[in-house]
């Protein structure tokens, strides 16, 4: 049994790791709760599946580019470790800039400012006939999430630097329902916090969740280069 526990306790610190940090998609993920709830449960799951999608396609490459680099697999961890660090940083540097936590202008939005109501042609908050469709919700944030491309270098870092644990089918399924659930969890949470909140989580708390993310992502990143080659 402790041989799927670590690997899925992995595979949930890496996927609060790239789920904690609050940015604009959990802006956006906020305000959705706060206007229809049942639409942010399943833009919820868009975001968590496009996590575990990546996850998944780096799990299946990791352990091949590992077994193909073992002369030099301690320089791999360390190279990867690097890349894991570099995120991390550029991550808690973004926490510090305040301007730059603002959400990118929803698409749907008629002017600067407004928060839309999805289906409608102002910038007032929809009526209960104007609720957007919970499939809708999820394709729509499936692809936002999915333009970013931080997700998909974080992961293939992280699965390369342990592909020997990773070879396994189990193992590598342990690691990827660690992923899931963690995002799922987080993800879901948001939607609780916004539809109970009504307003904007202040900036202050959202740096934190930058500096509390990220710094998951440097610890893990220590983690797999040692030992040092």
Not at 83 to 100: D, F, M, N, Q, T
Not at 173 to 179: D, E, M, T
Not at 202 to 222: C, E, H
């Amino acid at each position: 049994m402790s041989e799927l526990t670590t690997p899925a306790l992995a595979g949930a610190v890496a996927g609060l790791g790239v789920a904690m940090p609050m940015g604009a998609m959990s802006v956006l993920l906020l305000q959705e709760a706060m206007r229809h709830r049942r639409a942010a449960v399943a833009a919820a799951a868009g975001i968590a599946a496009v996590d575990l999608g990546y996850a998944a396609l780096a799990t299946a490459l990791g352990p091949w580019v590992a077994s193909h680099v073992s002369p030099v697999e301690a320089w791999v961890r360390l190279a990867s470790a690097a890349i894991l660090l570099a995120i991390a940083a550029h991550g808690i540097a973004k926490s510090r800039r305040r301007p730059e936590l603002s959400p990118p202008p929803d698409p749907s939005a008629p002017a600067a400012g407004r928060i839309p109501g999805p289906g409608t042609g102002t910038g007032s908050r929809p009526g209960p006939g104007a609720a957007p469709r919970p499939a809708k919700a999820f394709a729509r944030y499936v692809g936002l999430t999915a333009l970013n491309p931080t997700t998909a270098l974080y992961f293939a870092a992280l699965t390369t630097a342990q592909g020997a644990a990773l070879r396994t089918g189990p193992a590598g399924a342990a690691f990827l329902l660690g992923v899931g659930a963690a995002s799922l969890l987080w993800q879901q949470a948001l939607v609780g916090l916004g539809a109970l909140a009504g307003s904007r989580i202040s900036d202050g708390a959202r740096a934190w969740t930058f500096r509390l993310g990220y710094g998951l992502v440097a610890a893990y990143a220590i983690k797999i280069a040692l030992p040092l080659p």
